[in-house]
């Protein structure tokens, strides 16, 4: 996967667990509109190859309002599942690009 960075384990309590994704973050309305979703919902698209993965993301540390706009190059690490046919990141880190 060309938008997953690896995974990091713990070796100390402060470590973060779980997968570091790179990709654009939206708004899964303002951006992507899904109409079906009643919340504006925070999306990271990462690059698979020849197609574009949605990861719907739960527990998003503090970041601008995503309505309307698309932040490139976003770095978020958190546990990925897969619900309803959609996968999720659960996540726990939040890099957003150098201005």
Partial sequence: MAGLLGQTHASDKDAVVGTTLTGTLVCVQCQLHQHSSKAHQDVLLVNDGNKEVEYYVACLPKHPNLCHQRLQNVK????????????????????????
């Fill in 76 to 99: 978020v690490t958190g546990i990925v599942e897969e619900k309803d046919g959609k996968k999720w990141l659960t996540a726990s880190k939040l890099e957003l690009p150098a201005k």
